[in-house]
Every structure is written in C-alpha cells, then in structure tokens.
C-alpha cells in the first residue's frame, strides 16, 4: 500500500517525467553507460542530443528512441574537434529551441601502460580526451548555462575511481579523472551562485562494460591517426583475479550499464536540487 502511495505522489509531482521539458547533451551515448543514461533520460521526458564518434551507432540509438515515443536527435562527431563541438552546441540549441540544460560529460576509453613504457601519445590522448575536451564543451555552452531563466541546469562529469584512490598502469587515466573532481568543484563555485548551475561527478567502481571485458574480445577504438587501441582487461588478468573476484565489493558484484546510467539520471533530477560540487562514489561499497 506504502509503494502505491509513494507512486501516486510521484506521479503528482512529475506527472510527464523528471526532466520534462529539458534538453541534454549525452556525451559518448552510442552504446554503454551512455546509451543507457540517454535512453533514461528520454523516458523522463528529456530531449537527448545523442554525441558518439561513431555514426551508425549513434543513429541507431537515435532511432530506438524516437520509435519509442522519446525525442532524440544524433550529431556525430569527435568530442576532441573544435568545430564538431561548435556543431554539437548549435544543434543542440536548435533541438531546444534556443535552450541546453544539460551535459553529460561521458565520452572516453583508456589507454593503459606502466609509467616507464607510457608513450607522450598515450598521455597527451587520454589528459585531452577526459580533460580538455570537456572542458571545452562546456565552454561552448556556457552562454546556455549562464541565464537567469528560473529553469534548472546540470552538468555531470563521469569520473571514476581511478582517479580517487589511482589504479595500478593507469597514471593518464587516473589524473584524467582526479582533474574532473576539481573541473567539477570549479564550475559548481563559478556559476552556481548567480545562475543556480549544478555540477557534479560520478565516479564509477566496477561497471560492466567494454571497458572491463576480457581484452581478447576484441572491443577497441580509433585513437590518434587511426591507431587501433585494444579495449578491456587481458584475460590472464581476470582469471588471476577470479577466485577473490569481487570480494572487495560489498554488494559482490560488477555494476551494470544501466545501475550506472540511473545514477547519472538521479544527480541530473529535481531530486538532487540541492547536491553540487559533489563527486558522487558509485562503486557498489567498494572502497568505502
């Protein structure tokens, strides 16, 4: 009786969605944590600019969504050209007639290495990747999130615990997303006094995604010149880890894409009108 209760409040409340009305840039949504964030995003009544480097995927995630009921639009491109994100803003305002409210800083992979054998491009791609572009992008946007329009605006910055507690052949990867907690807390102090914009972190543990598969799967991006970077964690790895596997995770067991798309949903709601400046733990109680 409590549940039903609950629901029917909830539907009082929000009676077409958390974010009805709302326009959000989903950064890296053609599959994984992003496409997952941006298909609960639109459930809520969000329109969803999906931004993926790859074409087919973000039009297809484009497409599920609209044949849904969702309102969606694909602009592809790389989140590391100026002009793409000169592109992705002025669609995304146009999509929203003249307004963004929010940003998902999603989009990124890894580039592993031990500190001795790390190379310059491997540095300089993953500190660009997860920092300057970023960066930039909200940047870009800032003439939609400085305005005093009484409508909330969120940017959220998907962190990871790599750069809480480091990580072992990740050094880019770990300042990468170190430098996020304090991109995040800046942005927080700069706008949200005179014009209410939230900004936080999420920080993910163990997620299931391509990031953490079995390296021999296959799974890799283009990086720089149309290098070919393997994705994942080689298996020899995961089998020595198998017998304590997820011993370290309260919960005993990795996170799904979705589990870590709700988060982002949760931090981007009315729900969490009064959280800023947080980097948010998503780990299942690891590490805690």
């Given at each position: ?9 909830n ?48 039009d297809k995630?484009?497409m ?68 300057t ?40 990867y ?37 990031l ?50 709700s ?6 709601s ?19």
């Amino acid at each position: 009786m409590a549940d039903r209760v609950n629901q029917l409040v909830n539907q009082l409340n929000y009676p077409r969605g958390l974010l009805v009305g709302q326009v959000a840039i989903v950064t890296g949504s053609g599959q994984g944590i992003g496409e997952e964030t941006a298909r609960l995003f639109a459930k809520e009544g969000a329109k969803v600019v999906i931004a993926d480097i790859d074409h087919l995927k973000a039009d297809k995630v484009t497409m599920s969504i609209n044949s849904q009921g969702g309102k969606a639009i694909s602009v592809a491109g790389d989140i590391m050209d100026a002009e793409y994100i000169k592109k992705l803003i002025q669609k995304a305002a146009e999509f929203g007639n003249g307004k963004i409210h929010i940003i998902v800083n999603n989009a990124g992979y890894t580039w592993d290495g031990v500190i001795h054998k790390m190379t310059d491009k491997q540095w300089e791609t993953i500190i660009a990747l997860h920092c300057t572009a970023p960066f930039n992008l909200v940047r870009a946007a800032s003439p939609y999130f400085r305005v005093k329009d009484g409508e909330p605006r969120s940017i959220i910055n998907v962190s990871s615990t790599s750069g809480v507690n480091g990580n072992a052949g990740q050094i880019n990867y770990a300042l990468a997303k170190a430098g996020i907690t304090g991109f995040t807390k800046t942005i927080a102090k700069e706008w949200g006094p005179a014009f209410g914009v939230r900004s936080n972190a999420i920080a993910f543990g163990h997620i299931a995604t391509r990031l953490t598969a079995a390296k021999e799967a296959g799974a890799f991006v283009e990086g720089p010149d149309g290098q070919k970077i393997a994705l994942g964690i080689p298996q020899k790895q995961k089998d020595a880890r198998a017998e304590g596997a997820f011993k370290d995770i309260p919960l005993g067991r990795p996170g799904t894409a979705t589990e870590a798309a709700s988060s982002i949903l949760a931090v981007a709601s009315p729900l969490f009108s009064y959280v800023t400046g947080q980097t948010i733990m998503v780990t299942g109680g690891r590490n805690m």
